[in-house]
Structure formats: C-alpha cells, structure tokens
DNA sequence: AACATCCATGAATACGTATGCGTGTCCCGG
DNA sequence: CCGGGACACGCATACGTATTCATGGATGTT
C-alpha cells in the first residue's frame, strides 16, 4: 500500500479535481457537471474496479457471474455506453466495415445507379446481421481516397464498389496492401487483379444472352456499351458476346458496337448513334438495363417496335427491368448474394482466413422485349 | 526539470523501450516494427513538436508557413494519417453522422424501400458535399437503438428515417434528447413532435390527388394504405384525401378504405380485400406507389382495366412508377432536397444554430394510370 | 536600453477504455 | 496446519491526439 494511492475516479458525486494523483500540480475546478459517463462511474456504483467493468462489459469469462450482473444494472441505470472511440483507440478493432463508393464517370447527381443501390442494400443488411457497422463514402476517381480511409483507423476494411477501371489504380491498391489494409472489391473478376474480388461471371452472362438472342433467330445484333478495357464488367460482357456469335459462325461487325456507359441518357445516345450508321440490325444487347431501355426509348421514338422488329435485352435486372414496357429480358445478378459474399469475405480477411476470388453465377430472365420471332402478338400490354 | 524529461517518443529509428520514463519496469522488446506510425514520428522527421504537429495538420493559424509545409512534407512521406478514433477521443466531434434506418415492419428482406433506398442515395450524397462521413445502421424498432448509438460517439448526430410511427417512441426520443444528443427526423411534421422533423407535405399532396381524381369524374374514391396513426405518413395522406372528398360534399365510406403497409404483396392483398366487398369503387388512392402497383397487378388479374374502368394513383414517386404499365400517376417528393434538408439540419443542429421542423412542397404528377374519362384511346402503350 | 507585446513552439497532460501482471482469498490434499 | 492452485479482481499503464499553459526569442515603444 503505498499512501492514499489513486483512488477510482469517478465523477458521479465528485467535487472539483478530476485526478486525485496529479492533483498536486492544478486541477481544473471544472464545476459544470455535463461529464460524460465512463467506466469509471460503473465501477463506483457497482463497487469494483474500472478494469473489472471493462471486463463484465465485454464477456470476459473471468468475470464471476453475481459481479457481471451488477455491472452490468450499474450500466443499465446509469445508461452507460462503452467509448466506441477509446474502445477502438485501445483495442485495435471498430466494428466498422468501411464501404467506399465509387461514382459513375457520368454523375448525374439526381440518382445512383440503381444496381449499386441494391448492392449497397444488401451490403448493409449484411453488415447489420454480422453486427457490424456500414461506413459510406462517396469517392471521385481523381481524390486521394486511398490516404484517406487507409490507416484513419475509422474501419477494419474496405469495401471496394464500382463500374468502372478503379481497380487499375494499381499502384494506389499496393500501397493499401503493402500496409496490411483489408479489402476486398466488386468488379469482373480478372486474372491479375490486385486485390480479392468478388463479381458476377460478366462473360457467360454476356454469352448466354446472345445466344438467346440467336436462339430467337437474330442474326445482326448490336452490342451497346463501352467495350474498353475502362469497364471490365461491360469488357467482358462483350467478349461473352463475341464468342456466342462465333460459335455460330457468325463474323462479329464493329459498325453494330456503340460505345455507352450506364445510364438511359447514353442508352438513348448509343441507340441514335446505331440507328445513324445505317446498319441493318435485328437485335441489341444493352451491357446494363439503364443502357436497354434507354434504347427502347429511342427506338420507340423513331417508331421501332420491340420487340417485333427488334429484340432487346439488358444486363442487371434492376427492379425497373421487368416494369418496363415491353418487359425487358435481361441478366439478374444476385446482389443479396453478392452483398453478402463481400461482407462475409472481408471478414474473412480481416480475421486472417484464407480467401480468394470468386466469380458468381448469372441467371437469365427471359421477358418480352426479346421475344423477336414468332411470338405470341396476343397479350397486348400486360405485366409479367 | 524533473530529471531527463519525457524524450519525444518516436518508434522510426527507436529500438526496444518503448516509453523511456517507465523504462525501469520492463520494457516489451516489441522487435517486429510493424507499428502504427504516429504524430510522433512526423514531428521526429519534421524537427519539430507532436503538438506543433497536430497543429500543423489541422491548420492552426498559429503555426508559420515553414514550419507548415515541413510538416505536411514529413507526413506525406510516412503516408501518416491522423488516427480518427484518438482525434474523435480527444476533440469530441467525430466528422460523421449516423443514419439509423428503421425497416419496414415486413422485411422482406430483398429489397429495400425504393424511396428510401433513394433518400439515402441523396442522404449520403449531401453527407459527402459537407465533408461527413455517413454511418448507416439498420434497426429493428423493437430493439433498444437509442442506447446503441446515443452516447457510443461514433457520429456527431443522428439522422432517423423510416416509415411508421418509430418517432412516437417518445420515451425513448426524449432520454435522447436530455443527454443532448443531437437528432432529425424524416417523417409527417406533426404538432406535438419529440424532435425536429424534415417531411413533404402528406396532407396536400394527398389532397391533390384525391382533387386530382376528382376532377377525372371519379366519385367513389378507395384508399389502400394504413390509416392508422402508426404510419402518420399515410394518416395524414388520408386526411388530405378526406377533406378533399367534403370539399366537394362528398362524404367518405369506410368500405372504401383498406388498410396497407407499403409493399406490392400488401397492395395487392388490399385491393383483393376491396374487391371481395363487392363496393362499387371507380378509383384508387393508394398510400404509396408501391400499394398502387400491387393493386393494378390484383385489378389486372381479374381483367380490370386501368384506367379505363378503374383510375389508379400512387404515392412518392419511386422509379419505377413512370414504368410501369399504365404509368402510374403519383406524388413527387423530392428525395434529393429531402436528403439535403435533414443534412443541413443537421449540421446547424450540431453547430448550435436555431432549425425548426420543416414540410417540403410535393409535385403531383399525372400519368396515364389515372386519366379516367373520355381519355386517348388511341395510343396504346408507350413510355410517358 | 529597458520593458511590454506578440509569435511560434514545446512540455505536460487528459480523453475513456482494455489488458498484462500481481495479489489476496478460498479450497483442497497431504 | 501448510503449500499450491485456481479464481476474481485491482493497479498501473498505453493507445494517439488536441489543447492549455509556459517559455524563449524577436519586435516595437518610450
């Protein structure tokens, strides 16, 4: 025992000096009693040591069953809630999954791509059932972000999400890996990605439409959206595209690929730009829904019917898809299951196991709008 | 000077011992240099002060130019990034606010609300433009949310957003409110609101919409949608819808009313109840637009046409709902000056500055879904 | 030239929690 | 009656930053 030593502080019923053993030097009077309730008041009330509060709080086993449950009634009466800050300070976890976002290239500011909205839905409900927090942030390909989130401690790991080539942020990547940050990424699932991704088979997605569409006996079908190594996703797409026709022994025409990012404006743009050229075309694949009714929405201007004269199909299946007018056939991703693979993945990672990259699989919803033969011109108008 | 004072700590070019003023004790030898690195390390490389170093970062006017840019050069360097959960520990605001979405009380669990997968779409967007962080929380209104996050200090404020009566946990708004923590709400401005509240005016926009179908020459008018003071959304909706009815001497029937929560199954289910009662109706009002296309859905089933027999509008204007097919006339609430509204007040709220609850104006949009009488026959179905 | 002033900076904490280590107590076998 | 566990718990400290107070030097004033 050596002298009064540091009694537990508590600022409950406490007078003026916050620190017993500092007092000496100069103790703020702080009279104004809007103090934060901390541990230490649990501790007080319950009559034992900050450090066992800490304990009792976290479920730590050496914690005996009767002192737990008067911790655990002090907390409760006092409404105590644990310092995710000091606690995260302390510890070296948060609790938090950081999810950054990347926009499209062309933000048009009044809504988010719809597909991203209901990955983030997932996403967060995934979060919530493994009872960890969602951090979101919007990012501009040009900024910093990697210096911003990597060590700002605010998240355990990152979430990856966008179109587009972020990935190729090569360097920006390695600098987050060379310091041991978690994260994993949405995206095509390519050979030397830089880090773990999880995506959707974007190239059997891509094949299996076309052939659907050749099925229905198109033979001049257009493919819409950019096809550059920028958006892998749509890259992908493509190649999917190409290969179906070439089992077919059809001879792919670059004057029937327009190049389109995501959204009904571009899809609109593209369709025009097609219709244009001049060249005779049966059929067009949209890489994303946005794309697809975009073009319907041209054509339909131009008095094209679809899916008589040409047959549509998207790529996503957002809600939208299958309200349209006619229904659109596309490609469902399964965003639940996606959500769910990224967060789950992630932490993974974060506690060390052993992860890789996974590719999921497509289904392809067949609706109207690529129904091109002979097909029923009964139903005038009526929903799925 | 008591002794050799408290070196700098710094661990770049340190070895062993960490702190020197305990190193009498025993010292972990801690060899693997993965530490974290700190102000400590930045004010070594600098040549200055950890204080002069926190300062420098945040821009405190007291440090010179010089010194400024030497330090940013060192932290640049390390690739340093202020650990957020020390700096929210010690300065107490956290650059972030938290948005605790309460579900639907049938989660169906695929998808989110489309309006509010939208409002958090403009929510997280406003976030961004001041510069805040958006932490995002799912909550099941049973659970005891208010202790979760009121004091964990992981956000300088709290956004509350969901559909329901979650605001008339009073008790629960109010033991908030006593510890100061700062909160807006997204939901029906009422008279004797717990908190500030951001909401569209319900009221008027449900009473256009019944004036709306009024004019069309619809006289028996059915309300799908909760008129229980549990959704005070749809309460005052119907509300507007009432008054409209009198205004025109009309007077209501309660057969006409078939309560809904806001999804496609329940919109359905309800207009099969409305159906079953064999009540003449020539319109629907429904509480939202997702209850209006479950209706047109169960109207279509049993080969009733909208509009021609039966006008049916919507509520909130969700994507989907120049989509569908009729296009479905419904409210517009501006989701985006929505978002910014809650952020902004917020944000005031947090700074201190005076806010008050506020309705926004709502935009009736007329599709054809409603436009009931001697209406153009002649196209048949084409996007709006 | 002496003194008040201002500026840039350093020293010393505090923020609230988690945890390694040490200690007192209780129980049991010998 | 004693030694050795096992068990609960308290002590002291570190986590990394922001801020208050003190300080030393440069500048301005009479």
């Given at each position: 025992?050596?002298?009064?030593?540091?009694?537990?502080?508590?600022?409950?019923?406490?007078?003026?000096?916050?620190?017993?053993?500092?007092?000496?030097?100069?103790?703020?009077?702080?009279?104004?009693?809007?103090?934060?309730?901390?541990?230490?008041?649990?501790?007080?009330?319950?009559?034992?040591?900050?450090?066992?509060?800490?304990r009792?709080?976290?479920?730590?086993?050496s914690?005996?069953?009767?002192?737990?449950?008067?911790?655990?009634?002090?907390a409760?009466?006092?409404n105590?809630?644990?310092?995710?800050?000091?606690?995260?300070?302390?510890?070296?976890?948060?609790?938090?999954?950081?999810?950054?976002?990347?926009e499209?290239?062309?933000?048009?500011?009044?809504?988010?791509?719809?597909?991203?909205?209901?990955?983030?839905?997932?996403?967060t409900?995934?979060?919530?059932?493994?009872?960890?927090?969602?951090?979101i942030?919007?990012?501009?390909?040009?900024?910093?972000?990697?210096?911003?989130?990597?060590?700002?401690k605010?998240?355990?790991?990152?979430?990856?999400?966008?179109?587009?080539?972020?990935?190729?942020?090569?360097?920006?990547?390695?600098?987050?890996?060379?310091?041991?940050?978690?994260?994993?990424?949405?995206?095509?699932?390519?050979?030397?990605?830089?880090?773990?991704?999880?995506?959707c088979?974007?190239?059997?997605?891509?094949?299996?439409?076309?052939e659907?569409?050749?099925?229905?006996?198109?033979?001049?079908?257009?493919?819409?959206?950019?096809?550059?190594?920028h958006?892998?996703?749509?890259?992908?797409?493509?190649?999917?595209?190409?290969?179906?026709?070439?089992?077919?022994?059809?001879?792919?025409?670059?004057?029937?690929?327009?190049?389109?990012?995501?959204?009904?404006?571009?899809?609109?743009?593209?369709?025009?730009?097609?219709?244009?050229?001049?060249?005779?075309?049966?059929?067009?694949?949209?890489?994303?829904?946005?794309?697809?009714?975009?073009?319907?929405?041209?054509?339909?201007?131009?008095?094209?019917?679809?899916?008589?004269?040409?047959?549509?199909?998207?790529?996503?299946?957002?809600?939208?898809?299958?309200?349209?007018?006619?229904?659109?056939?596309?490609?469902?991703?399964?965003?639940?299951?996606?959500?769910?693979?990224?967060?789950?993945s992630?932490?993974r990672?974060?506690?060390?196991?052993?992860?890789?990259?996974?590719?999921?699989?497509?289904?392809?919803?067949?609706?109207?709008?690529?129904?091109?033969?002979?097909?029923?011109r009964?139903?005038?108008?009526?929903?799925?």
């Amino acid at each position: 025992m050596k002298g009064p030593a540091r009694q537990q502080r508590a600022n409950l019923a406490s007078i003026g000096v916050r620190d017993p053993i500092i007092a000496g030097s100069q103790g703020h009077p702080r009279v104004h009693s809007k103090k934060r309730i901390t541990s230490f008041d649990i501790a007080e009330k319950a009559g034992v040591s900050q450090a066992t509060v800490s304990r009792a709080l976290r479920g730590d086993p050496s914690v005996s069953e009767g002192t737990r449950k008067r911790v655990e009634a002090a907390a409760a009466t006092l409404n105590y809630t644990v310092d995710k800050n000091a606690s995260n300070l302390r510890g070296r976890l948060t609790g938090t999954l950081a999810l950054l976002f990347f926009e499209d290239p062309t933000p048009d500011d009044s809504h988010i791509n719809p597909f991203f909205l209901s990955m983030l839905g997932s996403i967060t409900r995934a979060c919530a059932r493994h009872g960890y927090d969602l951090l979101i942030s919007f990012q501009e390909l040009a900024r910093d972000w990697h210096a911003d989130f990597a060590e700002s401690k605010k998240a355990d790991g990152i979430i990856l999400l966008g179109y587009g080539d972020y990935l190729t942020h090569t360097s920006r990547l390695e600098k987050l890996r060379a310091r041991g940050t978690k994260l994993v990424s949405w995206g095509a699932v390519m050979p030397d990605q830089p880090c773990v991704t999880i995506g959707c088979d974007n190239f059997s997605g891509g094949r299996s439409v076309t052939e659907h569409l050749l099925d229905q006996g198109c033979r001049r079908i257009a493919f819409l959206g950019d096809a550059s190594r920028h958006f892998p996703e749509f890259q992908e797409r493509y190649r999917g595209h190409l290969q179906a026709l070439r089992t077919q022994g059809i001879v792919p025409d670059d004057a029937l690929q327009v190049d389109a990012e995501s959204s009904q404006q571009e899809g609109r743009r593209a369709a025009e730009t097609l219709l244009a050229r001049g060249e005779p075309f049966d059929a067009i694949f949209a890489a994303s829904d946005l794309i697809a009714i975009g073009a319907i929405g041209a054509l339909s201007t131009q008095g094209i019917s679809v899916p008589f004269e040409v047959a549509v199909a998207g790529f996503d299946d957002i809600p939208m898809a299958s309200f349209v007018n006619p229904p659109l056939t596309t490609v469902q991703q399964d965003t639940r299951r996606a959500g769910e693979m990224l967060v789950d993945s992630l932490l993974r990672l974060i506690h060390n196991e052993p992860i890789e990259s996974k590719m999921l699989p497509m289904k392809l919803m067949v609706r109207r709008s690529s129904l091109w033969q002979d097909v029923a011109r009964l139903e005038p108008t009526r929903e799925d």
